[in-house]
């Protein structure tokens, strides 16, 4: 598949216009490749990736996270230098796309609303000039399509979450039917959730006085970072397969690994 084809297909998902200004989505090395043969996907451009990919061949690599967020010389002996090194001498791609795919709930960012089936999906905060119909903005809440103990909603979340520690603020609902997310670190996000009428609200990287803030405002369930978005990258693998599957192209998903876990002591 022609590169310049490649990266419209990935940019008609995440499109860099709606980037956030402090954000770096786009690409972030060029490779040397026009014809793009294996395109492997991935949460984090580490070093460990980048290696995995290249040993499987990959002539382009497209992450969530960037590689760095402000420019800087590679002038120390650490992961940013060593990732740069191999994918230079490989001449192998990166793109990038962070804010830029957070953004678009109909795509990727979205899949835990479709996974929940929720209904009057809207963005929790939408991208100035565009409306709650575009699906554009960050975060998402909509609703069950009938109230259910919170019990069995969270029975549905662990069997797709998978995790064996979550961290919880606030008191748990009896029952639930207005469910608000954000992938990542999106708890700033929690207090216009529950404004809008979240029972519920799921994202990761809660801080000690935004849980104070927030803790009475409904409930509040911390997956960690981690978590959501490494099953929107996988999602993303698989629609790419789909969407790209007349195209000479193989793609393949690499997962990431969790750097926080709870031990016991």
Known sequence: MDVDNLIAKIESVANPAYASEWDISGLHVIGERKEIKKLALSLDPTYEIVL?????GADFILTHHPLVLSPRLPNRDDEYTKVLRQLLKRGIWL????????VNLKGPAGWLG?????????????IKGTSDED??????????????????FMEKINSVLQRKNIIVIGKEPHRVKRIGYCTGSGMSLGKKGFLLGADVYISGDIKYHLAQEIEKLGYTIDVGHFILE????????EDLKKDLIAHDIEIKFFPGREPIFIKEV
């Open 114 to 126: 479709r996974y929940l089936e929720l209904k009057d999906i809207k963005p929790i905060e939408p």
């Open 135 to 152: 699906l554009l903005g960050f975060g998402l809440i909509g609703d069950l399509e009938q109230e259910i103990p919170f019990s069995h």
């Open 230 to 237: 490494e099953i929107m990258m996988k999602t993303w693998a």
């Open 95 to 102: 793109y990038c796309a962070h804010t830029s795919l957070d």
């Open 52 to 56: 995995k990919a290249d040993k499987w």
